[in-house]
Every structure is written in structure tokens, then in C-alpha cells.
T-cell receptor
């Protein structure tokens, strides 16, 4: 079993929909949680990061961490075609971003 | 340049050949990481360098893989006697410092797509 599980999708939604992307993990030592967005043939770019449990909001994006359930989510409001990409969750035990453990990524398609 | 630069962008090689992949990190970034991204496998950590410290090689899958970082800047990932299962996208990332804060964000290059025939 992988340390981090993520549904590969694809997830297809119409423009304007609320998108929910999720990851589960097994390592209770993970403390730092990140979401990366990766466009085709590009490197991942950091969208959001959170430390421990709780919510964090940035514009149309909200990240949630539930350490008791070992479950993290990324919500995208008012989704746009430009949001079409692969979204990867990543986690780290130690302070900082060393040795990130990534999920496989969920491919999101937002249709106009 | 403004971002992490990797070369070549694509590499096709024959099984058994050696390959070298290059990474130019963002200027001033002290930490450098290599990852491998295989279809359906996500990103797999390979190795990271931080300043003058000994690199963490714990993610290298076999002794056919090695990496070096010269002068604290450019890094080369070498794969010897390539196998078909080495086919993947090899991504390099760099970050400013390792201090447990926002400055540790890893910035990724576009990767090198390696195909072993």
C-alpha cells in the first residue's frame, strides 16, 4: 500500500463548478501538506501548503487537513478551463519541504 | 534564467547505454532535489543536496543511479546501463533554504523525458 493515495481521475466538471480533490495517507508523522498543480509537460508548481490540521484559503482555493482521519482536501470554487491540470498532493514529516511524498495526482478537466 | 532549467528536455537511448541529465537551479538556491515521475506512480524522491552537506541519497533506486552537484549549483543525474523501467520524466527542483518555512518552497523544472528502447 502506498503512503499517499490519490484518485487518478480524470475528473470532468463544467466551468463554474466546485471541485473537490482528495488524498488519504497512512503515515501519522506527516505534518506538512501541500497541493501542487502540474500542467502538461511542465513541472509541478506549489498551490497551497498547510501545517498540521485546519483550513487555509487563498482566493478560489481552500485546503483542508484532517489529521485524525489522515485525509486532506483541496476545493476549487468557480472552476475555470485554465484550472484543467493534474493536481498532486504532497506531504512531509519534517520541517520544511524535504523529501516530499507525493500522491499520483488527479487529472482535472474543466469544460467551458 | 528565472526558473529551474533542465536539459535535455527529451532523451531517447538504447538499453544498456549511460545517460546524463542536467539541472540548473535558480540562482542562490542552496537546496536541490531530483525526482522521478512515472506514469501512474506519482513523483518519487531520488536525492537531495543542501549546501555543502553530504547529499541524501536514500531515494536512489539502485547503484546505477548517481548524482553530483558541482560548485553548489549545477547538478547532473547519471543513469548507467539504462533499463526500460528507467523510462520516466526526471524532475529537478530547487529551494532557497531548509528552515521549515515558506522559503523552503521547491520550484520545479519542466523535466527531462527519458525513453529507454
Amino acid at each position: 500500500q502506498k503512503e499517499v493515495e490519490q484518485d487518478p481521475g480524470p475528473l470532468s466538471v463544467p466551468e463554474g463548478a466546485i471541485v473537490s480533490l482528495n488524498c488519504t495517507y497512512s503515515n501519522s508523522a506527516f505534518q506538512y501538506f501541500m497541493w501542487y498543480r502540474q500542467y502538461s509537460r511542465k513541472g509541478p508548481e506549489l498551490l497551497m501548503y498547510t501545517y498540521s490540521s485546519g483550513n487555509k484559503e487563498d482566493g478560489r482555493f481552500t485546503a483542508q487537513v484532517d489529521k485524525s482521519s489522515k485525509y486532506i482536501s483541496l476545493f476549487i470554487r468557480d472552476s475555470q478551463p485554465s484550472d484543467s491540470a493534474t493536481y498532486l498532493c504532497a506531504m512531509s514529516e519534517t520541517g520544511g519541504f524535504q523529501k516530499l511524498v507525493f500522491g499520483t495526482g488527479t487529472r482535472l478537466l474543466v469544460s467551458p | 534564467g528565472a526558473g529551474v532549467s533542465q536539459s535535455p528536455s527529451n532523451k531517447v537511448t538504447e538499453k544498456g547505454k549511460d545517460v546524463e541529465l542536467r539541472c540548473d537551479p535558480i540562482s542562490g538556491h542552496t537546496a536541490l532535489y531530483w525526482y522521478r515521475q512515472s506514469l501512474g506512480q506519482g513523483l518519487e524522491f531520488l536525492i537531495y543536496f543542501q549546501g555543502n552537506s553530504a547529499p541524501d541519497k536514500s531515494g536512489l533506486p539502485s547503484d546505477r543511479f548517481s548524482a553530483e552537484r558541482t560548485g553548489g549549483s549545477v547538478s547532473t543525474l547519471t543513469i548507467q546501463r539504462t533499463q526500460q523501467e528507467d523510462s520516466a520524466v526526471y524532475l529537478c527542483a530547487s529551494s532557497l533554504v531548509l528552515a521549515g518555512g515558506p522559503e523552503d518552497i521547491q520550484y520545479f523544472g519542466a523535466g527531462t523525458r527519458l525513453s529507454v528502447l
